[in-house]
Each structure stands twice: as structure tokens, then as C-alpha cells.
């Protein structure tokens, strides 16, 4: 029975891959994992370091980690000595304190006489005195060792960091590996009721792995909230009634859904229809669609971004005023 988590399907290649030239002795000592939000980039990651760190699967041309050797079994109970996990921790950047330990620590000997695996994520999460520091790893990387970095958004990270990294852009799933991957993977109940596989997959942009994380955690019930209070409010629903509701919500993740209710919005006046995400709320996209004028719809993604801002910015705005201004603006769109 395997204690580790088993590779997406769609990643199985690439881990293979990887544990080929792992096997061969020709892995890079610093990985960039790269890929969009909540495709399972970090559970990549923490595969292949277990199959670095494995006893077996080399001698057993196993593509995974055994699950059951003496360093899977150490990996399983999170206190593997040579593995080190590092993101951030009471705040939303990782700190140079803590690349510095990560430093201290690859210079030190592998305690079970194999390799030191660090899995560091989000990698964009570092700040520039973070990344600068990580440098110095990365240009002495010394002997087994592997740093595997993890990001959404590699546009991020500092050049030269991205430069001393292999880069590695895990592939998506096909919309039927996604759905049949869907069907067996995510136990009854979990999905949404009420809403067929292939919408769930549209709504993620053919993200499977989104709409599983996402049924788990409620999101398609917020979701509903938040698109039911929109369409009121373009409605004609009182703006300070409906920003007053919103403003309850988990603002970032409001603006996120409203942000890409307006693309499709935008998509539906240019004609493109058939590439909208939220299609089960076509009614919506299709009046709006037919009322706004482009610069409006221009003017309200601005105002949009303003205010996802000031919500990851430093100070604590008023989020309630933020979302009167903003229904206000929707009510006459
Ligand atoms: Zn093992």
C-alpha cells in the first residue's frame, strides 16, 4: 500500500521523465516548476523529491517513489531529514530568514546518506532580498542536492533566478483525461449538484484539479452568492443594498469572480460566445453583452483592478465603499 500521493495522470510523463534523468545522473540541481493556479504543481513536486529521496524505485526502474521503504515511510510521517518544504509562514512572502536557514541547512551532510531535496513554494512569493539570497544556492548548489522551485507566475521571479533553474511548464489535461479523471477521482457528493462535469470544466478553463480543489471548499455555493447579488444589481437592485451584501463576502475572491464575469461579458459583445467560461450564467453575460458599450466595459476592468489593489495592499481599506462604487457603476453599465 503506497503512502504518497499518486502522480495526475497528465503528469505521469513528465515524472518519468524526470526520474530518468534523475537515474542517469543528469537532473538539474534546481527545477522551476511553472504552470497555472491549482494544477497540482506542488504535489509534482513533492512526488519527485519522495522519488529522489526513495531507496527502491531507482533499483525498481519505478517511475514513483515505492510508498514503503524506510525513506518513503520517514517522507509519509513529515520528518524526513533531508527533505525541507519552504513557504511562507505568518505572512504572504517568504523571508530571507528563512532562505538563509535553507542555505545553512544544503550545506550541512545528508543526514540518510542519499539527497537533500527542498521543495520552495509559491518561488514568487520571495521577496527581492529572499531571491537575491536564494542566488548564492543556486550558483553553489552543492553536491546532492535538488531545489525545486514552484510558480504561477515565473514572470515574477528575478531573471537571474529563473535563468540558474531548468524550467519544467507541467502540462494541462485534455478535456477527456480531465473528465475522466474527474469521474474517478472525486468521490460522490463532492461536486457540485445541479451543474454536468463539462460545465464545471468550462468554468475552470478545463482545470480538473481547480474544480476538485474548489467543490471541496465550498467555492461553488460563494460563487452562486456572488453571481445571484450581480445579476440583481444589474437588475436595478438598490447599488448600497446589493455592495453591502458583497461587502460581507471575501472581497478578493469577489472581485476575482466579478472580474471574470466581465471578460466573458466582453466576449459575448465581441461575439465569441463559445469562449466564455461562466456559461451557466449566459442569460446574465448575454443582456449585459448587448447593453454595455466597450469603453464602459474598459472603465469597470480598470476600476476592477484598482480595487483588487487596494484589498493586497498594505493598507485596510473600506470595503464596503469599494463595492458601493463599484455597483453603482454596474447598475449602469
Ligand atoms: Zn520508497
Known amino acids: 500500500m503506497s503512502a504518497q500521493p499518486t502522480p495526475l495522470p497528465w503528469h505521469e510523463p513528465a515524472l518519468a521523465e524526470l526520474a530518468n534523468r534523475f537515474d542517469a545522473n543528469r537532473l538539474a540541481h534546481a527545477l522551476l516548476l511553472a504552470g497555472r493556479r491549482l494544477t497540482g504543481k506542488t504535489t509534482f513536486a513533492r512526488l519527485l523529491a519522495a522519488r529522489v529521496l526513495c531507496r527502491e524505485a531507482s533499483t525498481g526502474g519505478r517511475n514513483a517513489a515505492c510508498g514503503t521503504c524506510s525513506e518513503c515511510q520517514l517522507i509519509a510521517a ?49 521577496n527581492g532580498i529572499s ?89 461553488y455555493e460563494r460563487r452562486d452568492a456572488v453571481f445571484g447579488l450581480l445579476r440583481e444589481g444589474a437588475a436595478g437592485a438598490p447599488p448600497l443594498a446589493v455592495a453591502a451584501q458583497l461587502a460581507r463576502m471575501d472581497g478578493l475572491e469577489v472581485i476575482e469572480l466579478w472580474s471574470g464575469l466581465l471578460l466573458d461579458v466582453a466576449k459575448v459583445a465581441a461575439g ?33 483592478i484598482r480595487a483588487q489593489q487596494s484589498l493586497l495592499g498594505p493598507s485596510n481599506p473600506n470595503l464596503q465603499l469599494r463595492f458601493e462604487h463599484l455597483c453603482r457603476a454596474w447598475a449602469t453599465l
Open 78 to 126: 513529515g520528518t524526513h531529514p533531508d527533505l525541507l518544504e519552504i513557504t511562507p509562514v505568518d505572512s504572504k512572502q517568504i523571508k530571507v530568514e528563512q532562505i538563509r536557514s535553507l542555505l545553512g541547512w544544503m550545506r550541512g551532510t545528508p543526514q540518510r546518506g542519499g539527497y537533500r531535496v527542498v521543495v520552495l513554494w509559491p518561488a514568487h512569493a520571495m
Open 131 to 219: 531571491a537575491n539570497a536564494l542566488l548564492k544556492g543556486l550558483e553553489e548548489p552543492g553536491r546532492d542536492s535538488l531545489l525545486i522551485l514552484v510558480t504561477d507566475q515565473p514572470g515574477a521571479l528575478l531573471p537571474t533566478v529563473r535563468s540558474r533553474c531548468q524550467r519544467l511548464n507541467l502540462p494541462l489535461a485534455s478535456q477527456q483525461e480531465g473528465l475522466t479523471w474527474l469521474g474517478h477521482a472525486v468521490p460522490a457528493g463532492v461536486l457540485p449538484v445541479g451543474t454536468d462535469q463539462a460545465t464545471l470544466m468550462q468554468i475552470a478553463d478545463g482545470n480538473p484539479v481547480e474544480v476538485a480543489v474548489r467543490s471541496g471548499d465550498g467555492f
Open 272 to 304: 465569441a460566445v463559445s469562449h466564455c467560461r461562466n456559461v451557466d450564467q449566459r442569460e446574465l453575460l448575454e443582456v449585459l453583452g448587448d447593453r454595455a458599450d466597450p469603453g464602459a466595459l474598459a472603465d469597470f476592468s480598470d476600476e476592477l
